[in-house]
């Protein structure tokens, strides 16, 4: 995205659907399961954005997908704090399509990130979206030229950016194992 190169931050498109991705809800599935691969370059990222279409007013369902295979992460929890894979990265989407229910693609897909640990910025999402109906895609509409995509795609890649930097250098220290322990005490069922 040249925004992030305009502020020096490198990036990657990922197209999931270039990958054999199977169904299920942990980090490998097995039998030649590519998200492994994917999964990892997850990890290793600082800013993780996910982008999806709008289909019938929802996400699609590759996006729903990779929510789906990132629950597996939980799993994966660090050994001395417990935290999940995706603490300490922020998280975005980006949204395009011909139908209505951006808001609603957006905050489902920000909603489960921060519970897998992402924490999310103001001005997180950034979407464009044409008249309901079929119609023209966003690059033939011109969509890259609409000045609310254009300003909230600013405000998104400066926000993520900024976050990423204040998380490098100052890590969320909470330790869901101490917490975890502490609720055990002071529960009497579970």
Known sequence: MAIFKELGVG???IRVVDYNI???????EGNGDEWPFILEKIKDC???VI???IWFGVLSSVAKMVIERLDGTYMEGDPETGQYPLYGKVAGVMVTGNEDGAHDVCSTILYNLTHLGCTVPPNADCYWVGDAGPGPSYIEAGGERHLYTNRTARYMVHNLTYFAK???ENPIPT???KLDE?????????
């Open 11 to 13: 990036s990657e498109v």
């Open 22 to 28: 199977a169904f299920g809800v942990s980090s490998d």
């Open 46 to 48: 600082n800013i993780l």
């Open 51 to 53: 982008a999806t279409p």
């Open 166 to 168: 204040l998380l490098k």
């Open 175 to 177: 330790s869901l194992k």
């Open 182 to 190: 502490e609720a055990k005490r002071v529960s009497n069922k579970g």
